[in-house]
């Protein structure tokens, strides 16, 4: 079912992509990263730098209908699926594929999803024997086997368990859980009793009747299961952390043995479900939100089992949705697509075929991928510019006036200890183990979630591997890791806009360069600062320099909380704080080194702009999208990262190179004065 890869702490660029065509990846590097033709240059840069540089662009690029959001990402992203496609295609050429060969698994996973026909003959049959095993449950303990059963397949109903590093012995795993449970993005769209919420909340309430209907149930049945599952989801939500208490690590590391854990959480059976996770001797375990387990210890004794019950067929069958016949499909679509994100039609199913594909075997997609179309001159000159950045950020630490010399001494040697990992793994995964039929799609990823558990679930106890990825090859997105101190640039967002072999110096420090400057700042900003430089949760500042940077940060937060759109909505800037830091700090640190590689020499200008202005312009058209309204006030709840406008239209303004770059002026909307301009790093 469902893979689930959780890494709760790093950190990174974006959260969504997801469309264009493969022309125009072929333009030229500079027409395609500083093109005239997509400003709007009736607005001021000072006004809306944004739309300045994007206004055009984003007038003539509406949101595709199977889209919520459309942007630089989105674009990249879909060249990105068609390259994948293309390599399918290429192993379903081969009949021969040995069995039990990646060619063979990749090729009977993807058309095994392609064949609707089977899927929509099995219908809900392919989940029957789960949930007939869920109908009669009799007591508390197979409740407890139940659950466990259910994890390890890939479901999640109640909490997550995953192996992690131990954030205070990050050279070893242990276990961790970690709470879960809800169908809805947030606890406030259980808790707050607003309209557009409550909008929602009745809109989620028919969806889980709807599917309780399909798999056979009368309508009044289906609306009492879907009024169950809401009001146990609901007391889960009043026991949660909030995102906001999510982000704080000191509160969400809480390492305790299985019988400290029996003591705080006693009405769940831990050592029935750890014995039937396969893991009898659990040993060290984060409870990440204590608040979390305890209520639901309580919620044990509270809610009687055939309400239980009623909530874990839910998960199974929401958790099954996309993957059974049309009927389903679209059921979840309308919910999840249409009501809270705004889309109007559902992406072609090949694409959605080779998303689970490649989320299910994606490093063996992905050592495909980078033998096709990753050169390895890209890597190299990678290289060259996070070791510009790294040397940029060093520099800038030490002419910092607000930390002392100690602990910048510390931040010094953090600094010099981050590993980078570019392009794709040295060491790929093995697929031996796993299973794949060519006549049973949902078999397949039941089995693929198998594997993906067992692989996490053996860690446990053991030291961390340190060459594994948190992201597959082919994926457009970077990461920072606090736990591993390190960041990792997949080959996926390796390509125009975001770097470009071709391209001058100003652009690609101004895209890929911000981005490299931004996952570095990761590990110095509000959680990543709490992590040394071995990846130990550990306080290396001392309280004078944290106050000050506290001061500091609280003065950037308030930039982003009075920041609107929507006519009313504003951007939360604690919820944000960690991207905001890095945002800020990627264009500073980027920008340094952009300026160092010029050796004082002063580049010409191109297209009638000076390197400096490309810098910003690269910057702001990387964050270029279109977006729904019902996605964007989605984000703006449940997204540790601000909104793409706010991206660029705030940290270039606390830069004061950027006032003279584009002859902003005060009164103009966006203008901060100098003394109110936020340096942290």
């Not at 790093?10 to 500079?30: E, H, I, P, R, Y």
């Not at 557009?196 to 299961?225: H, M, N, W």
């Not at 893991?279 to 209520?295: A, C, T, Y």
């Not at 992201?471 to 390190?486: D, F, G, H, I, L």
């Given at each position: ?89 290429e192993i379903s050429k ?40 869920i109908q009669n449950i ?348 390190e960041i990792v640039f ?192």
């Amino acid at each position: 079912m469902k893979k689930i890869l959780f890494v709760p702490l790093a950190l990174a660029l974006l959260w969504a992509v997801g469309a264009c065509n493969q022309q125009q990846k072929k333009q030229t590097s500079m027409n395609e990263a500083i093109n005239p033709a997509n400003m709007d240059t009736n607005v001021l840069p000072g006004n809306n730098f944004y739309e300045y540089v994007n206004g055009t662009w984003i007038k003539d690029h509406p949101v595709p209908p199977e889209y919520s959001s459309y942007g630089a990402f989105t674009v990249l992203y879909e060249n990105n699926q068609k390259e994948l496609k293309d390599l399918i295609d290429e192993i379903s050429k081969k009949k021969d594929a040995p069995m039990g060969s990646v060619d063979q698994k990749i090729r009977d996973l993807f058309n095994s999803g392609m064949d609707t026909a089977r899927i929509n003959a099995l219908g809900a049959s392919v989940i029957d024997p789960e949930l007939k095993t869920i109908q009669n449950i009799k007591n508390q303990k197979q409740l407890d086997v139940e659950v466990a059963k259910l994890h390890a397949t890939g479901v999640h109903p109640l909490f997550y368990f995953y192996a992690g590093a131990d954030e205070k012995n990050s050279s070893m795993e242990i276990a961790n859980l970690h709470q879960g449970g809800l169908g809805l993005p947030d606890v406030d769209y259980y808790l707050k009793n607003d309209a557009p919420i409550k909008k929602i909340r009745e809109a989620y309430v028919q969806y889980i009747a709807k599917l309780f209907e399909l798999k056979g149930d009368s309508e009044k049945q289906a609306q009492k299961a879907a009024q169950q599952v809401l009001e146990l989801e609901t007391q889960l939500a009043k026991v949660s952390f909030t995102r906001l208490e999510r982000r704080n690590p000191e509160k969400n590391y809480n390492k305790m043995s299985l019988a400290k854990l029996e003591k705080i959480s006693p009405d769940f059976g831990w050592a029935t479900y750890f014995t039937n996770l396969g893991l009898k001797n659990p040993g060290d375990i984060n409870v990440s939100q204590l608040r979390f387990f305890k209520g639901v210890s309580k919620l044990m004794k509270e809610i009687p089992l055939s309400q239980w019950k009623t909530y874990l067929e839910w998960t199974v069958l929401n958790d099954a949705a996309p993957y059974m016949s049309e009927p389903f499909v679209q059921a979840q679509f309308d919910f999840y697509g249409k009501t809270l994100s705004g889309q109007q039609q559902m992406r072609p199913r090949w694409k959605r075929v080779l998303g689970a594909t490649s989320g299910s075997m994606g490093e063996a997609l992905g050592k495909l991928y980078v033998a096709k179309y990753f050169p390895p001159e890209s890597k190299q000159r990678m290289l060259t510019l996070v070791s510009n950045l790294r040397a940029a950020f060093a520099a800038r630490i030490k002419k910092l006036d607000w930390m002392s010399e100690g602990t910048k001494e510390k931040a010094l040697a953090k600094l010099e200890a981050i590993t980078v990992k570019i392009g794709y793994p040295d060491k790929w995964r093995d697929y031996s183990d796993l299973k794949i039929v060519p006549d049973n799609y949902f078999q397949n990823l039941e089995n693929a979630s198998k594997f993906a558990f067992e692989f996490n679930l053996n860690k446990v106890g053991k030291p961390v591997d340190k060459t594994e990825w948190g992201m597959t090859p082919q994926t457009v997105n970077a990461y920072y890791n606090p736990s591993n101190n390190e960041i990792v640039f997949p080959a996926g967002i390796l390509q125009p806009p975001f770097f470009n072999k071709d391209a001058d110096d100003a652009v690609n420090y101004g895209a890929i360069g911000v981005v490299i400057g931004h996952e570095m700042t990761h590990g110095f900003d509000d959680q990543g600062r709490k992590y040394d430089k071995e990846g130990n949760m550990n306080d290396w500042w001392t309280k004078e320099d944290a106050e000050r940077f506290a001061k500091k940060t609280a003065e950037l937060a308030k930039e982003y909380d009075h920041y609107t759109l929507l006519d009313s909505l504003h951007v939360n800037g604690d919820l944000t704080m960690g991207e905001n830091i890095a945002d800020l700090g990627g264009l500073n640190i980027a920008h340094d080194a952009l300026l160092r590689s010029y050796d004082g020499k002063t580049p010409k200008p191109i297209q009638g702009f000076t390197a400096d202005q490309r810098f910003f312009l690269s910057y702001a058209t990387i964050w270029r999208q279109s977006i729904r309204p019902k996605e964007l006030a989605k984000r703006l709840k449940t997204d540790v990262h601000s909104p793409a406008e706010a991206r660029v239209n705030i940290p270039p303004f606390n830069m004061d190179v950027f006032y003279k770059d584009f002859a902003i002026k005060p009164g103009e909307k966006l203008y901060i004065a100098p003394d109110n301009r936020v340096k942290i790093w």
